[in-house]
């Protein structure tokens, strides 16, 4: 319930998304960010490697070859 009340503050606009989010990493642990981070794939085992994604392998296939 809490959690529907916060976004619902965000979306109606009576409580800045960037105000939000400072108030609820400044609430959590770092252990508890990271595994938040983790679990959206924003954490850096997730980062681009330089290599292509799939997407991009098959935009450059070229059926001729």
Known sequence: MSRER???LVEDGNLDA???VT???KWMTDDEVA???DANEL???FEDDG???????WA???PDC
């Open 43 to 45: 954490s850096e085992r």
């Open 51 to 57: 290599q292509p994604d799939e997407a991009q392998e």
């Open 6 to 8: 916060l976004i619902e």
């Open 18 to 20: 960037a105000m939000a």
């Open 23 to 25: 108030m609820c990493a």
């Open 35 to 37: 595994e938040m981070l």
């Open 60 to 62: 450059d296939f070229d």
